[in-house]
């Protein structure tokens, strides 16, 4: 069984920065690409970054420049460092595993809350 735990979300003002991280059990973290997504309230999910199991990285362009989506084999965590925060980055984020050979991402972490105040 995977479990995605993510923490590190919490009010900031507006250019701040946050740290998200995403602790992953179970064994498919290393073959597994890693996204963080997130959702505003009445807005669909949208992804905001990825990274594959070689490490190669892709943002939404809302957030290029920003944030940075990076992995830690060793402590099967994923983070997402959040730079120049803006109101409309306020959502809560999900982290998510796509397992190698799988098309969706079959997993998902229960969300922290990001909140930017102008």
């Known amino acids: 069984q995977v479990q995605l735990v993510e923490s590190g979300g919490g009010l900031v003002q507006t250019g701040g920065s946050l740290r998200l991280s995403c602790v992953a059990s179970?064994?498919?973290?290393?073959?597994?690409?890693m996204g963080w997504y997130r959702q505003a309230p009445g807005k669909q999910r949208e992804l905001v970054a990825s990274?594959?199991?070689?490490?190669?990285?892709n943002y939404a362009e809302s957030v290029k420049g920003r944030f940075t989506i990076s992995r830690d084999y060793a402590k099967n965590t994923v983070y997402l460092q959040m730079n120049s925060l803006k109101p409309e980055d306020t959502a809560v984020y999900y982290c998510?595993?796509?397992?190698?050979?799988?098309?969706?991402?079959?997993?998902w972490g229960q969300g922290t809350q990001v909140t930017v105040s102008s």
């Open positions: 998510a595993a796509r397992p190698l050979y799988r098309e969706k991402y079959d997993y």
């Open positions: 179970g064994s498919i973290f290393s073959s597994a690409s």
């Open positions: 990274i594959a199991s070689g490490g190669s990285t």
